[in-house]
């Protein structure tokens, strides 16, 4: 595959994720917030996903973007996520636009919907709870950070209804390497595995569609997002599942 891609955050964990899986099977270019110790395999930038110029430059000649870039943090302050991921996010719709970009996967969160965990908490971390959100229920972040990311999908419908470019909004959810987080049942239920998150990269890639909204998991036995329709748009088949490990790591519970 010759497939031009942009990878915004590609010196990221994300970004990791992606590139150690699918490194080869695209023709990268790759934004990076400062310059990397080592020198990337593949065309770069580096600068800031609002610089409107810089932009430009990486979007030019691209056919797909990948957009990681922006502020991870759940309790990031209101300045920063409106800067780093809203503003941002803008500025790469318009660039990628402009250049005739066909398609833009965009790294959503679970925090787009943490409120839905609120009065359902702990029980719909665990298998005997049936409760998932599919992705066609209405957002409710639960804070400044998860609101950023429903404005970035919200810029995607935006920008798909006025100007046609295919978007994919996946919403990751806690993704660790090697091994679900131990000791956190919320991680557990939302865990995604690196190869599953390349897969679903590729499959974001891949596939053809209009404006998604899917859940990025692995195939959890605890999950309480569905995986229909990540399956059915993408022809996503995760491989892991977070029962099926078991480890000696703490990962400490975060304070909601
Ligand atoms: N790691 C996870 O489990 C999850 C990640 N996400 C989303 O995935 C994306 C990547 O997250 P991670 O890789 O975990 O975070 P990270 O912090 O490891 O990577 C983000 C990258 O974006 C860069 N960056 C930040 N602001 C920038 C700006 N204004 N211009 C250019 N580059 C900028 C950072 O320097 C960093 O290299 C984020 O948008 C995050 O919201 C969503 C859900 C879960
Ligand atoms: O959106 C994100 O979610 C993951 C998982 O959330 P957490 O509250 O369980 O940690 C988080 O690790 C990641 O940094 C963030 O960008």
């Keep these: 595959m010759n497939d031009p891609v942009l990878l915004t955050g590609a010196g990221g964990r994300v970004g990791g994720a992606i590139l150690d899986g699918l490194g080869d099977e695209y023709d990268w270019t790759l934004l990076y917030h400062s310059q990397p110790a080592e020198e990337p395999d593949a065309d770069y930038f580096v600068g800031d996903v609002t610089d409107a110029d810089l932009m430009a430059e990486a979007c030019d000649g691209v056919e797909s973007v990948v957009h990681l870039a922006g502020d991870p943090r759940r309790d990031a302050p209101w300045e ?20 005739g970009v066909e398609k833009l ?27 998932k959100l599919n992705g066609t229920e209405l957002p409710r ?11 970035g999908e ?18 990751i ?49 605890r999950k309480y997002y569905s995986l229909e329709r990540a399956k059915e748009a993408l022809g996503y088949e995760p491989k892991d599942n977070s029962a099926h490990f078991s480890g000696e790591e703490r990962v400490e519970e975060p304070e909601s």
């Design 141 to 151: 972040p639960g804070n400044f950070y998860g609101v950023s990311k429903v404005a």
């Design 80 to 99: 920063s996520v409106l800067q780093n991921n809203i503003h941002g996010t803008k500025v790469l719709y318009d660039a990628a636009i402009d250049a």
């Design 105 to 131: 996967v965009y790294a959503s969160s679970n925090h787009a919907v943490g409120h839905f965990e609120t009065e359902r908490k702990p029980d719909l971390y665990r298998t005997d709870d049936d409760f």
């Design 154 to 171: 919200t810029l995607g419908r935006y920008y798909h209804d006025e100007h046609g470019v295919a978007v994919c909004n996946i919403r």
């Design 173 to 221: 959810g806690n993704l660790t390497k090697a091994h679900p987080p131990i000791d956190y049942e919320r991680g557990q239920a939302m865990w995604l595995s690196h190869r599953d998150c390349a897969h679903l990269h590729q499959r974001a890639l891949e596939a053809e569609y209009e404006y998604e909204i899917v859940y990025g998991i692995s195939d959890n036995d």
